[in-house]
């Protein structure tokens, strides 16, 4: 069975990797394959939910360790709708809650994350798109940290390839599995680069403050950062 790669994974795995203008990887990803996944509780919701996700406008608003607990994809795992959601106390949180000291993302502490996507990639239930090859799926992250001169973002843009887009690897994993790598047309013409999602092109960095090492450097793609520019290739 093929596997989706979670939102709440893709929070885990980007900041394993060094930034795209250095010329190796100290670490490595697998599991890169795609799969759909359905929500157990089918009830359409409005609003956002006490984790931050708000899946009918297709997006989420909050603290990053909550969007670990309310994803939809992954409802077997023990931090599944956990409650009640971190409240931003790194270490009282703890205290009450003792056992996220057990999840490995609790690390980014008080980070906080919007993302948005639209119908194509995650669907107003909930639900992960596949295959979203061609189609015109989309979604961005917008990471916050730090205070005062501390202070820093960073903006991330994905679009869907199509089928005609070819992967040039340029780091794999010790299994190889592809890494990091950039998406070409059928022309020749670059899409924009790879970087853990599969089927995804990654079409805009960027970053604000003093951001830490070992994550993306800024990036636009040549063909541009407009999401409507990949609808119409």
Known sequence: ??????LSTIFALFFLFIS??????????SNLELNSSKVNNSKKSTGFDQWGYNWNAHQFNGYLINAWFGDELYPDAPWYKKEPPYNGDWEGYAVDNPEVLDYDFYYYGNMTLVMHWNESC???????????VDTDAWITFHYRAGEGENRWSQFQKYVAVKSTDTLAVYFADDDGNPVYGEWFSEEGESVGLFYLWPDRALVQVVNTGNVPEGMLGTYKGLIGPGIGKYKSR
């Not at 069975?1 to 979670?6: D, E, F, G, L």
């Not at 995650?122 to 979203?132: A, F, H, L, N, S």
């Open 20 to 29: 795209c203008h250095t010329e190796a990887i100290d670490e490595a990803t």
């Open 1 to 6: 069975m093929k596997k989706i790669i979670s």
């Open 122 to 132: 995650i669907t107003k239930e909930g639900v992960y798109q596949y295959p979203i």
